[in-house]
């Protein structure tokens, strides 16, 4: 016997459907309905019948869609799975160099077995954390994953539920942990049933129904969304969560849902033993975000830092529209303050949203490992409207000028798949929808889109084609052959040095230094004795660092120094050692 419950509080009637048979089930306490029915064990097909609709629906928390998400959900057995990982002690998010990857593009197989295989580069790359972006089950071949809608099912796509299992299982073995990233501000367009159920939605966001998290019977949804975390990180041995656009959960209870997530988080990490990191995605430039709950804020292990992104992009390209604006206008001076404060706008007028914005961050109590940072992810390369990576834009000295700073600054670096080799693939949107009229509407909206964000008349890779989504497809041969092989080279000692010399992964932010000169375009960072050097300009420049170098950890072109003096080519970075 196996028991089948679904919750509809507002139903007067529910039934289910198991391996053909229909079964009448009891209302319980909280609106739940409840029912023992004898079944053909894991893997029988069941849906759920409401009122009196004769449509079979599938379960709000199938674990299983072989079949895809209009189809009947397949009982699965969460301990069938057979571990090795039982001496991983997991990774804290501090000190860690993630590493962003959407399993359908990392690999020709575009599966979680073909992923497993690429796992060792990471590794030997010096990669802690591998951060994959959405895998639960949406409608159609192919998704960046935020058009989900069975949140607590695993794709078919890239391998199901046991797929991300045997990943998982692998990267822990390699010393890997894994960050899942997770949506719980909207459901996808197609295969949305929630609301047949009961009242899961409260409105709608610009990306589709959001949760009712405050009204009448949230108490359920808001379940719905914890327990979803909270099976990632239990059953799926994940070791954190990427919590997406959280400034789109409508919640005004008194404790904020991303609050009580973070409490139970901990009780399940005390229990399991190991790590658990929650980072949100947050536009809010709120710091309390990421201040523990002892000191008043929710509680999260990291934030996104896209205002650090937003300098550091404005400030190696010179590109300036959209929400770009203030950053380009900044320029290093700005990238000098979000490098000691993490935040740009702690207060002062933000000209795309034409009002005052964000709240100054305490950094002799924040570390600055609570932002992640990065120089591209899936965002800010496919939200361009040809999804071009830096590669595109950047010289190679300005590439690795670029990751210079990012893995010598306070704060936990990130980089998306193929960065750390300069791949010329593109990274575009694209989804594909069976319905022609959703294929339509996205097509229609993505173009509507740019042109907001100020990319006016450019031509904009149709989502919809099969060729958008392998056009953007790492192409792994490129690692072999210059530039390439010499930037992933720089990308790997950069690495290790961030992680032989503590002062270059110590995150206090009140005891960084930056010194800028606009017409030179030369930045020089102080990490303790520690002196990082980024010439961004064309022509070769003579610093004075005010006590003698007495070693030159790593220069991306030939640098010299004597005494105190330190010449440094265009477009070029050293890392230098000072005497004591």
Request: glycine share 10%; charged share 20%.
């Amino acid at each position: 016997m196996a028991e089948y419950a679904v919750w509809a509080p507002t139903q007067d009637r529910v039934r289910v459907l198991v391996d053909g048979e229909t079964h009448a089930l009891r209302r319980d306490a909280g609106g739940w309905w409840r029912g023992e029915v004898e079944d053909n064990g894991p893997g029988s097909a069941y849906a759920f019948l409401v009122g009196d609709d004769p449509t079979p629906l599938p379960d709000p928390r199938s674990l299983w869609q072989p079949n895809g998400v209009h189809s009947a959900s397949r009982r699965y057995d969460q301990d069938a799975f057979w571990w090795t990982d039982q001496a991983w002690t997991g990774r804290t998010l501090a000190g860690s160099v993630l590493y962003e990857c959407h399993i359908g593009t990392f690999t020709d197989g575009g599966t979680f077995d073909a992923a497993i295989e690429k796992l060792d580069h990471l590794v030997a790359l010096g990669i802690d954390l591998v951060e994959l972006l959405p895998v639960n089950a949406v409608d159609g071949p192919r998704n960046w994953g935020y058009d989900g809608v069975g949140w607590y099912a695993v794709t078919e796509n890239y391998g199901g539920p046991d797929g991300l299992k045997r990943f998982v299982d692998a990267a822990h073995a390699r010393g890997l942990g894994v960050v899942l990233d997770v949506v719980y501000n909207h459901l996808g367009p197609s295969g949305a049933y929630l609301d047949r159920f009961g009242p899961y939605f409260a409105g709608s966001n610009i990306w589709g129904p959001s949760l009712n998290l405050d009204g009448a019977w949230s108490d359920e949804v808001r379940r719905f969304a914890i327990d979803n975390a909270l099976m990632w990180l239990r059953d799926f041995h994940i070791d954190g969560l990427r919590i997406d656009a959280v400034h789109a959960l409508r919640d005004t209870r008194a404790q904020h849902v991303l609050e009580q997530l973070a409490v139970e988080v901990q009780s399940l990490e005390a229990h399991v033993g190991r790590p658990l990191s929650l980072i949100a995605e947050s536009d809010l430039n709120d710091p309390r975000m990421i201040t523990s709950r002892e000191g008043g804020g929710l509680g999260m292990t990291a934030q996104w830092g896209d205002d650090i992104h937003h300098s550091l992009h404005c400030v190696l390209t010179g590109e300036g529209q959209g929400y770009y604006g203030d950053f380009a206008d900044a320029d290093l001076a700005g990238l000098a303050h979000v490098l000691r404060r993490g935040f740009l706008h702690e207060g002062s007028w933000s000209s795309f949203r034409k009002r005052t914005h964000g709240a100054p961050v305490d950094t002799a109590r924040i570390p600055g490992h609570r932002f992640v940072t990065y120089l591209q992810n899936h965002d800010q390369i496919g939200n361009r409207a040809e999804g071009d990576r830096l590669t595109q834009l950047l010289s190679p000295g300005i590439l690795a000028c670029g990751a210079a700073l990012l893995f010598t600054s306070p704060f936990t670096p990130m980089l998306f798949m193929g960065e750390e080799w300069g791949a010329r693939t593109p990274w575009q949107f694209f989804s594909y929808f069976p319905d022609p009229g959703l294929r339509e509407a996205v097509r229609k909206g993505r173009t509507a889109e740019f042109a907001e964000h100020g990319w006016g008349d450019v031509e904009v890779p149709d989502p919809n084609a099969e060729s958008t989504f392998h056009n953007s497809t790492l192409d792994w041969t490129e690692q072999d052959d210059e530039p390439h092989a010499t930037l992933l080279a720089m990308y790997r000692e950069l690495i290790a040095l961030r992680k032989a010399w503590p002062e270059l992964s110590d995150p206090w932010l009140d005891e960084v230094g930056v010194d800028v000169h606009p017409e030179a375009r030369t930045l020089v960072i102080h990490r303790g004795r520690l002196r990082v050097l980024v010439n961004l300009g064309p022509e070769e420049v003579g610093l004075d660092l005010g006590s003698t170098v007495t070693r030159i950890l790593l220069a991306s072109e030939p640098t010299t120094s004597e005494g105190a003096a330190i010449t440094l080519p265009g477009e070029a970075f050293a890392i230098a050692v000072l005497e004591d």
